[in-house]
């Protein structure tokens, strides 16, 4: 299929779009452009239904003709509590004796003794007891008369670069539309009704959730849902309030409320729980009848028209940083289920790719806003049920990360803050943890952790016992000071690096010849086969947890000389790294994943986890510019996996073929994650793909596969990660371009070092690049492979180029210059 060059991608204006008719009150429907989402028909289940946030407050829009319904979701609308038991307090002593096992070879005896000394004492089950998962916060069902006539012309569509959803359809001559969209100025969930005929709108509106809420009138046209997590005392509490406000006709509230013979009507529902993100303060914060009161009252006293003006500055704020074109073709005039399944079905659809890039921006900016009080969960803000698939927590062997990965690259450091200070929040119970199962100061978590605080290993092996997980989410405080440069928000995160570190320095153990490793240590979710025959998954040393703990040696290392703070320290966790086994390569030519060439005993050969591969990312230990051998082994142990797996690990992948430079293995994995799935059924092995509502299939729904591909289609474009100096970055430009996207632009990626840049090419090759840095900035440059760069000049002169014998450029960049890249 031929691929057109399409223009009209970057910044769409506002309301640009074709107004082909215009309701009672001038309110225009909207035609599909570049950035709708959008369906001939209403969702038929929730896998359909379309996505909108605010960061806190979401909905998904089924888009019913006669029953609308929003199901509603508060991020902080968590079952459980605060479990002060979590910890086995002396499990540190089952220490030496499972080291010892470990040593004499006896894999599986050790695992018995993790598996009865080292997991959590109490809570930790999903849904259960004190552990609890994250809730539907309930419904706003709609229901109109029914339709005058037969139902033509309908459409249901979610416009990206506007965050704002509706349903358009005509009846009897008349043509209605419902736009909704959750403000994040004003803290509220707004649906405009409207008809093209006057006095037409009439509906009724009811708040409710399958248990543990009650719904009563407030005043006149209002109505208010309260209720808690479990219907147990001590539970969150929940408040939901909703109001109409007609233009004509009349409103009343009853046990819903009724619009009658309206010109067109606005609903308001704001939200909000007792929940705070505060240990000390066991996670109880105040009543949220006043806030969500006070919201309910200001945003319904104001104009549609100021909300929606002040909702598209502020998500485009954010949106608009980055434009990205990689081409068009005829099948993006289709509705997107339709795309979707020729996309998966071979066809070509290179506008479908930059669609569901933005998507992944738009979720993460729809339910990670900087204010959040929490971060967005494994289903972002996304849930419907009281108990939701592993709790919809935040699973921190992979899935937590993953959410985060394109937060800088994407040019959304803002949108990161929430997890940042949730790490922060976990160093009081991570404390406890640390003690309980090390004996030392500082502070740790194990595989998960929840609203409440979690840090306890798990209740269950093998998946409970892996302890790096505190360490690993700190990379996540390093990065985006290394993106933002910022030395007051590195002084605040640096004692949480530090205490991450001094935890890990208890899990180490010298091996047989002197070097660092973990001891007991587990590969997440992954088990092997010893020579002797021992099925087992505990050992020493696997790499993961290795590659976890070197990066976090590296960061708080150059995190404390960035500060000029603690030179004992650091110099103490310099010589801990440099003792630390490096990444070994197996005999059949692989990245080793456990501590011994147990690789091809794998229990499962195609396992979705691919913990070894931390070094080539999201770590930077491995890189075949500066570690070839081991990039090709890593290479070795991606093709020993194989392709198959969840739609998250179908992510992951995309990015280390990226890593590899690898771009048409990228893509053929971008591809498959393009999969149209309809299963909602738990699949551990080969389901992964995307819904037809672009969500991520696991199956089921978890929206880390969203956002590690966004994560690893921007990896595509752009590389940061590696140090030629302290501090000091390489700009690797198109590293893994697949041959399929010749021609193609993008616009406002960052790199570390604080820099955002924007590439052109064609036919595979750069033609120009422009670099804004947002500190004065010191890097080098390399140029897509094959290519050169001739110059680099700003309005004020050009730079000076000082080749290095490695093939990139370094250059001095001044903050407040715009920079241009010329290519050879
Ligand atoms: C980890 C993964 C599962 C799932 C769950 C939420 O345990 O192994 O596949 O993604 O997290």
Known sequence: MKTTRRRFLEAVPTGAALAVLRSASGAAVPEPGPFTIWYQQPAAKWEEALAVGNGRLGAMIFGGVEKERLQLNEITVWSGSLEQNADKPEAYKSL????????????????????AERLCLKGGRYGRDSYGSYQ??????????????????????????EAIAGVTWQAG??????????????????????????????????????????????????????????????DLRFEAQVRAVAKGGTVTAGDGIEVKDADEALIFLTAGTDYVLDYAKSYKGEDPHPAVTRDLEKASKRAFAAIKSDHLRDYQGYFHRVSLDLGTTA?????????????????????????FYQFGRYLLISSSRPDNPLPSNSQGIWGDGLSLPWGCDYKSNINFQMNYWPAETANLGECHKPMLRAIEGLVAPGEKTAKAYFDSPGWAMAYTTNAWGWTAPGPGTPWGPFMCGGAWVCQHLWEHYSFNRDRAYLTRVYPVMKGAAEACLAMLAPDEN????????????????????????TCAGTAVERQI????????????????????????????????????????????????????????????????????????????????????????????????????????KINCWARLHDGEHAYKLIREQLTAVDSTRTNYSNGGGTYLNLFDAHPPFQIDGNFGALSGITEMLVQSHLLYDDDRYLLHLLPALPPLWADGEVKGLRA???????????????????????????????????????????????TVLHPASDGTIEVKLSIASIWQIRFA
């Open 96 to 115: 030496p004796a499972i080291r010892k096992l470990i040593d004499e070879g006896k894999y599986a005896d050790a695992g018995k003794i993790v598996g």
């Open 514 to 537: 002197g070097k660092l490793v973990t001891s007991p240590s587990t590969s997440p979710e992954n088990s092997f086969r010893t020579d002797d025959g021992q099925a087992a998954w």
């Open 549 to 652: 703990i070197w990066e976090l040696f590296n960061n708080t290392t150059m995190a404390a000389r960035t500060l000029g703070v603690d030179a004992g320290f650091r110099e103490k966790l310099e010589t801990a790294k440099a003792s630390i086994r490096p990444p070994e390569i197996g005999h059949a030519g692989q990245l080793m994943e456990w501590g011994k060439d147990w690789d091809l005993n794998a229990r499962e050969m195609g396992h979705r986890h691919i913990s070894h591969l931390f070094a080539l990312h999201p770590g930077r230990q491995i890189d075949p510019l500066r570690t070839p051998e081991l990039a090709d082994a890593a290479k070795k142990s991606l093709a020993l996996r194989g392709d198959e797996g969840t739609g998250w690990s179908k992510a992951w």
């Open 136 to 161: 539907t916060l309930g419904d706003l069902n709609l229901e109109f008369p029914a339709p005058a006539g037969s139902v033509t012309g309908y459409r249901r569509w979610l416009d990206i670069n």
């Open 331 to 355: 099948n993006a005039a289709l509705p997107t289920d339709e795309r979707l399944r020729k996309f998966s079905a071979g066809e070509d659809d290179a506008a479908l790719v930059s669609l």
């Open 173 to 234: 001559g008349d043509t209605w539309m419902r736009e909704i969209f959750s403000s994040a100025v004003d803290r509220a969930l707004v649906v405009r009704v409207s008809c093209s005929r006057k006095g037409a709108v009439s509906f009724h509106a009811r708040l409710s959730r399958v248990k543990f809420a009650e719904t009563r009138p407030l005043g006149s046209g209002t109505l208010v849902m309260t209720g808690t997590s479990t219907g147990q005392p001590g």
């Open 752 to 798: 570390r070092g604080g820099v955002e840049l924007d590439i052109a090419w064609r036919g595979g090759k750069a033609v120009s690049a422009t670099l804004r840095p947002s500190v004065d900035a010191t890097c080098r440059i390399l140029a897509p492979k094959g290519q050169k760069i001739e110059g680099i000049r700003s309005a004020k002169g050009a």
